[in-house]
């Protein structure tokens, strides 16, 4: 269990010796200048996660080498995954077991009456389709599971982002629900909700008249992605939050010029919502 207590310290990254009273961890820094560089590429921090691993592959017994970032990783490739899911499988065998444990049998969409009486017997009804309000209770399930796990998908500059917010001295957020919603990034203390968009996927990199009128059904999704951003917008200007949209391109161009993107959220955040066809370049 961490203590507290008032005792000489050496810094991590510099190795300047400092008396403080803090909680004792694993790193000490003598400010936060320190703590920002040993995160950074090369530093001690940094260095930590990229540490190798040998582990045992749990399909086939192989050893194999990952490092920090991946720890958890179960299988030496992804052949040895995919054999591990199908039948006679690692996984498979635990989806059997939680099958046989919870229903009795372990494939219960296989036996149609089987199916029919679980339902009845749980929700009234004979398939899980005609479960009112299902979706909504299915997707705030999944959200609280993939946030707990941490297993929630950010895009690269997304990731990037959040660290650089992060470096900045930001408490941030990351996926965190709003009006039913994740957001990207929030910013905690200024309260400024950050979309980090994708230009192409977001409809953003032409005018949205020619995606709305293309047959392609990628382009009909993006140009639905593109209507329920603007509802969004519409969704956030109503109750008075401020949500900033950035494009990945902006965020990469931020990023290659080392500048602080603080000043320039909370600049826009002061601004009215702008429609992103005009960050078209």
């Known amino acids: 269990m961490a203590t507290s207590s008032q005792g000489t310290y050496v810094c991590d990254h510099c ?3 400092f008396v403080s009273r803090r909680r004792e961890g694993q790193w000490h820094f003598c400010n936060r200048d320190c703590l920002n560089a040993a995160r950074r590429s090369g530093g001690v921090i940094a260095l930590s996660r990229h540490r190798e691993h040998a582990k045992t592959c749990l399909q086939c017994g192989a050893t194999f080498v990952c490092i920090s970032r991946y720890k958890k990783k179960q299988f030496c490739n992804v052949k040895c995954a995919n054999e591990a899911r199908r039948k006679g499988g690692l996984i498979a065998a635990k989806v059997d077991a939680t099958m046989l444990e919870h229903h009795g049998v372990k494939r219960v969409f296989c036996d149609v009456e089987r199916m029919k009486d679980i339902m009845q017997a749980r929700h009234g009804v004979d398939n899980v389709s005609q479960i009112p309000g299902l979706r909504k ?5 999944a959200h609280e599971t993939k946030k707990r796990n941490g297993t929630y998908k ?8 959040f660290k650089a917010l992060e470096n900045e001295g930001c408490a941030v957020l990351a996926q965190h629900v709003v009006l039913g919603k994740p957001i990207d990034i929030m910013i905690v203390e200024d309260k400024i909700h950050v979309q980090v968009d994708g230009r192409y996927w977001h409809g953003l990199d032409r005018p949205i008249e020619e995606i709305k009128a293309s047959t392609y059904p990628r382009d009909r999704s993006i ?3 593109w209507e329920a951003d603007r509802r969004q ?5 109503e109750r008075g939050l401020r949500l900033v949209r950035i494009t990945d391109h902006e965020a990469r161009e931020w990023l290659r010029s080392k500048q602080k993107f603080l000043p320039l959220l909370k600049q826009r955040a002061t601004l009215p919502t702008r429609s992103m066809t005009s960050q078209r370049s």
Do not use: N, P
């Open 223 to 225: 140009a639905e992605r």
């Open 137 to 141: 209770e299915t997707w705030k399930k």
């Open 15 to 17: 190795g300047h010796r």
């Open 154 to 161: 950010t895009s690269k500059i997304e990731r990037e982002v």
């Open 233 to 237: 917008d519409e969704q956030f200007a």
